[in-house]
């Protein structure tokens, strides 16, 4: 399998750390807000990773962290009159609770930085002690940059660069304007902890360190998250761990791209925020996630309601396409009549080549399009009876049927029954435009009673009834199927 490496900035061979095992560590959310589609990116293409390497055989520990105390919470706290604790505890419930309706898998630890206190303090004592940090009369300490002389390595920059457009503010009691904080005094009405220092809390960068190191151990495999991330969180995290520990800290950084709205960097000022619940108000939450891997994780991802209506509809062509084959395989009368060799060779390429995009740094992208093509190759099945009819056509439609079921347990969609799908997007979609549900099925009813007693001409006008309000019909072997456009 092939990962690109953020820090190498090339693709590489991925070899776990311990045979047979993967160690991987993603940074989750600071607990302040709702999710928006950004969060949601990350956490889909990691739990696809996590999903993925399972599926090749892995035993992965998957450890994603909560930020529970930070400057935002406070802030958010004072607002609403609330405590820190209070606040954060809404929002990682509300954060689970969205990527439970994704699809996306809890981690095996989900640890929060205000249960890794004393981890902190002796991450922070080790760099004290070897002179990368140093504490001021102030009560903070702060991480010596220049004392680790491969900093900036993993975002490519460059320190005097660095330097240049950076201030102290006097009350930070810096001895350099590029260190940062790894404990900060306390403040009134701001949670804190007592420490050697003083009373204060931990800085954001030095959380992560204590919690991945803790559970995981140095160094481990895969330290994943958002590009936003790559500086100056992990560059921080990177050169405090190894400072410290004096040896490698992560053996492969992976790194999803931004998700913009309408080709503009998602921001509350410029009124283009989406969370994760207002696209669950449009679209059911699967479609998200599809949407999300259409794709690769490295590439930007512009997101607009045209695309999540594209993706709707590519979502549903796949359940759809799925039901066909199921239902052609239960139809067959097994006949021994054999396919053209070209198309069993197509098939069963198409079916290692998507499986084989995932080991390319898990393209998605890609994967999804073999998914397209092998569903292609069905459709050409499926039109000819012969073919639809013979033994052998029935067993490759099974593989098939099975092959593309498997690759949607590794992605998070298109895996759940068919119909049941199908039957929720249509409930879903009638209710938004309003539709009464019974009344529409009551309808539905009755035309399949008129059709039965051959009332052709009562059951026409209950047809252009419910095409009035939006409802197409299409009758077959198993019945009449409505849906609404």
């Not at 151990?217 to 995290?237: A, K, S, T």
């Not at 283009?272 to 599809?290: G, I, K, S």
């Not at 359940?319 to 053209?340: F, I, M, W």
């Not at 009755?446 to 309000?469: H, I, N, P, T, Y």
């Amino acid at each position: 399998m092939l990962i690109h490496n953020s820090e190498t900035r090339r693709k590489e061979q991925f070899h776990p750390r311990d045979e047979g095992k993967v160690a991987l560590y993603v940074c989750g959310i600071t607990a302040y807000d709702v999710c928006h589609i950004g969060h949601a990116r990350a956490a889909v293409v990691f739990d696809v990773l996590v999903r993925y390497l399972r599926a090749k055989g892995y035993k992965v520990t998957f450890v994603r962290n909560f930020t529970d105390v930070d400057d935002k919470i406070i802030n958010r706290a004072a607002e609403e009159n609330r405590s820190s604790e209070e606040v954060a505890e809404d929002y990682m419930r509300a954060f689970s609770r969205d990527m439970d309706k994704l699809g996306v898998l809890r981690a095996d630890f989900e640890p929060c930085a205000t249960e890794y206190i004393p981890q902190m303090q002796d991450l922070i004592q080790k760099l004290l002690d070897t002179g990368h940090a140093y504490s001021t009369s102030g009560g903070n300490v702060y991480f010596r940059v220049r004392s680790f002389p491969d900093y900036g390595h993993l975002s490519g920059r460059d320190v005097e660069e660095l330097k240049a457009g950076t201030r102290i503010d006097p009350s930070e009691e810096k001895e350099d304007p590029l260190d940062f904080a790894l404990w900060k005094q306390a403040k009134a009405k701001e949670p804190s902890w007592p420490s050697p220092w003083g009373p204060g809390r931990p800085g954001w960068h030095i959380e992560c360190s204590a919690m991945s190191q803790n559970i995981l151990g140095l160094p481990f495999d895969i330290h994943g998250g958002g590009q936003d991330l790559i500086f100056p969180h992990h560059e921080n995290e990177r050169a405090q761990s190894m400072a410290a520990s004096g040896g490698p800290f992560v053996n492969y950084w992976m790194h999803n791209g931004y998700v913009q709205v309408e080709s503009e960097k998602m921001s509350k000022s410029l009124g283009n925020f989406v969370t994760v619940q207002d696209v669950f108000q449009r679209h059911l939450p699967e479609v998200l996630r599809f949407f999300l891997l259409g794709k690769h994780y490295r590439s930007p991802l512009d997101f607009t309601w045209p695309a999540m209506r594209d993706a709707e509809k590519s979502l549903k062509r796949i359940y759809q396409a799925r039901s066909n084959l199921h239902l052609a395989v239960e139809e067959s009368k097994g006949k021994d009549t054999p396919l053209p060799d070209e198309l069993y060779e197509e098939a069963r390429q198409l079916m290692s080549e998507s499986r084989g995009n995932l080991d390319d740094d898990l393209n998605t992208a890609a994967c999804i399009g073999s998914v397209f093509s092998l569903i292609r190759v069905s459709n050409r099945i499926l039109e000819n009876k012969g073919w639809r009819n013979s033994q052998h056509g029935a067993g490759l439609l099974r593989e098939i049927q099975e092959h593309i079921r498997s690759v949607g347990l590794i992605l998070g969609v298109f895996h759940n029954d068919p119909q049941s799908f199908l039957d929720e997007l249509r409930r879903f979609k009638a209710e938004q435009m309003g539709l009464d549900l019974e009344k529409v099925e009551s309808l539905v009813r009755e035309r399949g009673e008129a059709r039965q007693s051959k009332d052709f001409s009562r059951a026409d006008a209950l047809r252009d009834q419910l095409a009035e309000m939006g409802v197409t019909l299409q009758d077959g072997p198993q019945g009449t199927v409505w849906d609404v456009e």
